[in-house]
């Protein structure tokens, strides 16, 4: 048996044409749209509610005189010479060096650290190279050779010693430039072999000459202990060499 449903009848709101009601009707803003303007602001004048917005705008334009951020610039000085590290200075010291018998000591008058470290810094990575691990041993070494450099010239000269603690430290950096050649030459010759002994010898020999001049040259005094200062520098850089045999 059927039931018989009621189905209500369709009512078509725009006057009973059915094509009607598929017209979409666009929405209309709450608010009408704002035109912002500024003559002094170009790009801050466009209209919200325009399809196509415009893109011109003015470069600003700073007046230089006012702030004077390139004379400055200019005037400023290098960097390096600003963090106290003389290139051309530490390139003269390190040439002085490498003839052991035209030593220059007006050169090294002014004393410095940036050449030592460099110097220290590629002794120990080429100790590195060959497996060892010398960093720390490096540079207590150096401190503790300079500050027994130091006591014993001083005790030796007496009051009339004027040899300071950072010129010794300079001093013994720079004639390190020796021992660095020995670590780089270490790497291709096998280890305690006769070859590198007598290499060795010959470097640590190098290394004594230059840093003996040097303390008898700048140092008042110094020329009537030569002997015990020569001998006190072959012992700090026979234990360098001693490093890098074994």
């Not at 725009?14 to 602001?41: M, V």
């Not at 390139?70 to 390096?80: A, K, N, Q």
């Not at 691990?133 to 540079?139: K, R």
Request: charged share 10%.
């Amino acid at each position: 048996m059927a039931k018989e449903f009621n189905v209500p009848p369709v009512v078509f709101p725009a006057g009973g044409n059915p094509g009607a009601a598929h017209q979409r009707r666009l929405p209309t803003p709450p608010f009408p749209p704002q035109r912002f303007a500024n003559p002094s602001i170009p790009f801050m004048s466009f209209d919200i509610g325009s399809a196509a917005a415009s893109t011109s705008f003015s470069a600003p334009q700073f007046a230089g005189n006012t702030i004077g951020i390139g004379s400055s610039f200019e005037d400023e000085p290098p960097l390096l010479e600003e963090l106290g590290i003389n290139t051309r200075q530490i390139w003269s010291k390190t040439v002085s060096i490498i003839n052991p018998f035209r030593v220059n000591p007006d050169l090294h008058e002014d004393a410095d650290l940036s050449g030592p470290f460099l110097f220290l810094l590629s002794f120990g990575l080429f100790q590195l190279l060959a497996g060892k691990l010398h960093f720390g041993i490096i540079l207590g070494w150096v401190t503790m050779a300079a500050l027994f450099l130091y006591v014993v010239f001083n005790m030796l000269a007496g009051r009339n010693g004027n040899l300071d603690l950072y010129r010794c430290v300079s001093l013994i950096g720079y004639c390190m430039l020796p021992m660095v050649i020995l670590s780089a030459i270490a790497l291709f010759l096998p280890q305690g072999g006769v070859g590198i002994l007598v290499i060795a010898g010959v470097l640590v020999i190098w290394s004594t000459r230059v840093c003996t001049r040097l303390l008898v040259e700048l140092a008042s005094c110094g020329d009537e202990h030569r002997g015990l200062i020569a001998y006190a520098c072959f012992l700090i850089y026979t234990l360098f060499s001693l490093l890098v045999i074994f």
